[in-house]
């Protein structure tokens, strides 16, 4: 069974919002930074935007002001709210967890922990 496992994707119209969750087990998701990374057909994985402690967050410039990416107190569930919603965001999103406190991990390589993946697409 998954220690990470994404849900929320699916079909969302340009400009529309869609929420992402991870569920992940308190093990891994209360003693890391937790993130979203993307990954659409033909391009490599790209970082999307992490979180360290419960407010502490971090952007990549693409999605910066659109999405926004939280954590529940009790550490166990990751979110990322993606609104303003652009075609170029569609893609499948993973979930993932870096033991990387300093510097913020921005970089796909700075994960250690990945879900299986929840795609999104955005189209009219």
């Known amino acids: 069974q998954g220690q990470l496992v994404e849900t929320g994707g699916g079909l969302v119209q340009p400009g529309g919002s869609l929420r992402l969750s991870c569920a992940a087990s308190?093990?891994?998701?209360?003693?890391?930074?937790m993130g979203w990374n993307r990954q659409a057909t033909g391009k490599q994985r790209e970082w999307v935007a992490s979180?360290?402690?419960?407010?502490?967050?971090n952007y990549a410039d693409s999605v910066k002001g659109r999405f926004t990416i939280s954590r529940d107190n009790a550490k166990t569930s990751v979110y990322l709210q993606m609104n303003s919603a652009y075609p170029e965001d569609t893609a499948v999103y993973y979930c993932?967890?870096?033991?990387?406190?300093?510097?913020?991990?921005?970089?796909?390589?700075?994960?250690?922990?990945w879900g299986q993946g929840t795609q999104v697409t955005v189209s009219s």
């Open positions: 993932a967890a870096s033991p990387q406190y300093y510097p913020p991990p921005r970089s796909v390589s700075s994960y250690e922990y």
């Open positions: 979180i360290r402690g419960t407010d502490s967050t």
């Open positions: 308190r093990s891994i998701c209360g003693a890391n930074v």
